[in-house]
DNA sequence: TGCGATT
């Protein structure tokens, strides 16, 4: 059976901001440490391959950082190559409570790749809180997601839960399930309660325990679900040469005007790959091959100078601001940055902007997807940024 | 029909 490795990913979760809502500024509480309740987020569902510096762009989109951190595994982080792989969540601390008010409204939501990123305020940090993630197996699979919570409720708050669902046949439950409470004390006593228990009219007892904790995996689980997570990046289509090219020339053909009445995420997502190309596995083409092609063409590629590919996005409204463009190019792959060009005077959009995308795959897949796409009322005009100065 | 850089 396959099922959705998303879901064995253990998030992080949160409530509102405690106490009343206040004006700008940090708040000093009495002991003289900073209450950044109202400015602090925790963020869920990242995308696996999203990294610090794309987190911190997209957050800072919104308003000026005051520290920001991508929460990453201690252990493949301890074998000193790599940062440590994403365990999926992370955390911003803003300057000013508008800002972190303003990403919850704007970012909370947003597809990025295979994924719904949640945007919400963060607990505060607690020993209590710790470790009150429950595993349940052994649910009869006529049980919901309501009724698990239902059982579960009379032993504490749950802040989060959910049931695992086969991935090939479209949500019939595993009988498996996650329980967050808000205290470990809260889960210790469901433990207690539950464990062993028949539910009302079920045929076999339920198994309750603490949840793996992502960070106490053992090396083993972390290689398995490190080559799980790459395997399914490379799963994707693949086109040699020739087929990369040809794929520029079809831009015009968008997804389908007439389908635009469509909530437009619901239609990008039905587009997009969550494809990375690796430079080892996949070595891409050469910025020199790629600009020898593109002059023939009398084209002028910016090719991934260091950051990415930039790409230029034409068409949009006097209204637009950054968040539209990660909402249009999240969903196709790793996005580095986006800006909106606006003027001076007014603050109003000049009517286009600039993505940068770290993979030409992604880069050409969101370029293939969005030209012709119609926003509102518009149609946008969706390309390579092209090179002013030795324009032919 | 328009390709930034107020960080």
């Known amino acids: 059976m396959v099922t959705q490795i998303i879901s ?27 209450d950044d309740s109202k400015t602090n987020l925790i963020v869920n569902y990242l995308p696996q391959n999203m990294t ?22 201690k252990i493949t982080g301890g074998l000193s190559l790599s940062p440590g792989q994403s365990l999926g969540y992370g955390f911003v601390n803003y300057v000013d409570p508008n800002d972190a008010d303003k990403a919850i409204n704007t970012l909370n939501g947003l597809k990025l790749q295979t994924k719904t990123i949640k945007v919400s305020y963060a607990r505060p940090s607690s020993a209590s809180i710790r470790d009150a993630n429950l595993y349940v197996s052994g649910l009869p ?9 239902q059982l ?47 539910p009302l009219g079920a045929a076999e007892p339920i198994t309750v325990k603490f949840a793996n904790n992502p960070s ?34 079809s831009l015009g053909k968008g997804p389908d005007p007439n389908n ?9 997502l039905n587009a997009s790959y969550g494809v990375k190309s690796s430079p080892t596995l996949f070595p891409r083409f050469s910025p020199i091959t790629i600009d020898s092609m ?11 100078t260091g950051a990415g590919w930039c790409i230029f996005v034409y068409n949009l409204s006097p209204e637009a601001d950054e968040s539209v463009l990660w909402q249009l190019f999240g969903p196709f792959g790793a996005v580095t940055n986006v800006k909106v060009i606006r003027d001076f005077t007014t603050n109003k959009c000049k ?39 030795h324009k032919a």
Not at 59 to 72: A, M, Q, Y
Not at 141 to 149: F, S
Not at 229 to 239: E, K, M, S
Not at 260 to 268: A, C, F, G, Q
């Open 8 to 34: 064995t990913m253990e998030t992080q979760v949160s409530n509102g901001p405690s106490g009343t809502s206040l004006p700008n500024g940090p708040v000093i509480s009495t002991n003289g440490s900073t």
């Open 52 to 73: 610090q510096e794309e987190f911190k762009s997209l957050f800072g989109s919104i308003g000026e950082i005051e520290s920001c951190k991508l929460v990453r595994d």
């Open 141 to 149: 699979k006529t049980m919901n997601q309501k009724d698990m919570e």
């Open 152 to 198: 579960f409720s009379q032993y504490g708050r749950i802040i989060t839960s959910r049931i695992l669902v086969d991935q090939v046949t479209a949500g019939i439950s595993r009988g498996v399930g996650f329980i967050r409470f808000d205290k470990r004390n809260e889960a210790e006593e469901a433990i207690k309660g539950l464990n062993g228990q028949k």
């Open 216 to 249: 106490q995996k053992t090396g083993q689980a972390l290689l398995t679900q490190l080559y799980q997570t790459a395997a399914r990046r490379y799963t994707g289509p693949l086109h040699h040469q020739t087929q990369r090219f040809s794929m520029i020339p």
């Open 260 to 268: 635009s009445s469509k909530p437009i995420l619901d239609n990008l």
């Open 294 to 304: 593109t002059s023939l063409a009398g084209v002028n590629l910016t090719g991934p």
């Open 351 to 389: 009517g286009f902007g600039f993505v940068t995308m770290t993979n030409y795959d992604e880069a050409a897949m969101a370029i293939a997807s969005l030209n012709g796409y119609r926003l509102g009322d518009r149609v946008l005009q969706v390309s390579f940024k092209t090179s002013k100065q």
